[in-house]
């Protein structure tokens, strides 16, 4: 190798190797090599990542983009696109986070699964899911980040539907697979409209489409209506990927997967695409003011939108799924106001908590012998003492309590929003105020979760008596016990990583400044609205700001604990009223798959079968048919089968053969 950096090809090749083995031997070697292997090559991969990352940190900043060709992919006439890596600090920063939690998720997933026949196969598509979201993470190009973009989703579509001989898992499944292909659909339209318009289509090298836009667009060659263009359709992908309004709707049923699947997808790596994504083309949402407000708004609407609905659901993963729909906002609308750093620290936070929090569910599931719901829970803290206060820190971190950190990164967003000059005048205080209601919303429905599955009486034994007879010895399995060592670990891991990981990203009301974004700078910092589009505020008022984000999350952690520390509330043992409405998430799931699907797929498929199938390609088809049997039937009439009708039919084509040519030699002068 050339380079040190030409080890970002192991990183990718490592579960690629471990792919091929559990899909080729991994039923003939036995589970406990399966999953020694599974977890081994990722783990590795983070080693190596975080090797890159130390070498790259001895390079100067402005030298901290490093490409690495593997081949060249795609010539054709002027489109020449290379299978080649970027290696820059966003690329590294997420591989750590996609193998280092991915990682630590394989190792619970040793324990979690250890009773399925279907292991081997569950490493097969856990360690194919690590290889395309790296493979998204290190692409040096548009065409190359959408190979990794599909791949996660086939591998997501293969997660959530592993149990497959449930319908509703393959429901959910399908589900998100087609709203996805909504939203790659427009991450196409993009990367088409991108190349006709730049000429190419790489991020990083000579001649990059960031250098182009900012050529074309100073020299008035391409108009802000192109650019916009561009950046709303990336968008359109993002809004499928990292299920933003209108296409969130996928994410709450994809906890039909196993509880690992759901960790890997909400934490370290599918939904977390969306945002890499507008990170990495950042100059071109600095050249479309529009498109930047549009991302902010969204993201802000997405995030209280699915808060409100966190409040009312019952099942402890959906509580999680819709806590990550807002989360995620949360991270677009720091994209969307310039901060683009802010944005993926909130990311690289958000893996941690959340991972912490999903496996953490998973141990509750795993002791209550696969009970979601959490009406059917409750004091478990004394049981399962370590999942209790692994997850006690999850949810103090993502409710922003400080230091914990959650704190942080939600805090920088809130106070870039508040500051920001890259959106129209008073924009800016508008959605900080929303984002602050959002972070109240937070820390109280994750209160709730937290005392309806730790707190008050154990309600876990009445209910599974009550299903299984109140006679049946055996109605409760016994009691919970906490989970083994595999899942234990992880959980700690995370945990520690929920409470120190927040002290990267500094603290500016007391002038401690950010490693994270000093790090980050070569690949998030702002390079068309400057850095005036997110000032330093003044720091009374960064105080004022960092008071308000505490009051809101103290706020609804008192508010969470006074409502549920003895259990469950009588008024919540059944789903009625306006909670009823959160439940079902104002009805916009039913209005999307039912009335919108149903029409789409009834009336304008049907239309489309009639006129399209029926009348224009079989009409064609058999207009054809029709033609030619006309025409053959007339011909045929020629075929007598007597000698002197041909040779009378010879001497009439010799005549006007004859005439034709005295005709046209007599035109020509050649006849006189």
Known sequence: MNSPFDLVWIVIALPLAGFLFHAFVGKRVGKKVVGTVGTAVVLAAFAISAYLTGELLKLPPEE??????????????????????????????????????????????????????????????????????????????????????????????LLIGFWYKEKVNTDSANKAFIVNRIGDWGFMLAIFLAFWTFGTVTFAGEGNMFERAVELKETGAVSTGVLTAIALLLFVGATGKSAQFPLYLWLPDAMAGPTPVSALIHAATMVTAGVVMVTRCHVLYELAPAAMLVVAVIGVFTAIFAATIALAQTDIKRVLAYSTVSQLGYMFLGCGVGAFASGMFHVTTHAFFKALLFLGAGSVIHALHHEQDMRRMGGLAKYLPVTYWTMLIGWLAIAGIPPLAGFFSKDEILAATFGTHALPVSMGQILWAVGLVTALLTAFYMTRLMGLTFWGQPRWAAAHAHAHGKDDAHAHHGEPHESPPSMTMPLMVLAVLSVVGGFIGGFAPLHIPSAFEAFLEPSAGLKVLGEEAVPHLPVSVE???????????????????????????????????????????????????????????????????????????????????????????????????YVRNYAFTILVGAIVLLIWLLVRGASAGLVR
């Open 64 to 157: 901290r983009q490093v490409l690495s060709l593997l081949w060249r992919w795609i010539e054709t006439g002027e489109f020449r696109v290379a299978f080649e890596a970027l290696v820059d600090p966003l690329s590294l920063l997420m591989a750590l986070i996609v193998t280092g939690v991915g990682g630590l998720i394989h190792l619970y997933s040793t324990g979690y699964m250890a009773e399925d026949e279907d292991y081997p196969r569950f490493f097969t598509y856990l360690n194919l899911f690590i290889v395309f979201m790296l493979v998204l993470v290190f692409s040096n190009n548009l065409p190359m980040m959408f190979v990794g973009w599909e791949g996660v989703g086939l591998c997501s579509y």
């Open 543 to 641: 105080w004022i700001l960092v008071g308000a984000s505490v009051a809101a999350a103290a706020l609804g952690v008192w508010f969470g604990w006074s409502r549920y520390r003895v259990g469950l509330p009588e008024s919540e043992r059944e789903v009625t009223g306006f909670r009823k409405v959160l439940y079902e998430q104002y009805g916009y799931d039913a209005l999307m798959v039912k009335g919108v699907g149903l029409w789409l797929g009834g009336k304008i498929a049907g239309w489309a079968w009639q006129f399209l199938d029926v009348r224009l390609i079989d009409g064609l088809v058999n207009g054809v048919a029709g033609v030619t049997g006309w025409l053959g039937g007339r011909l045929r009439r020629v075929q007598t089968g």
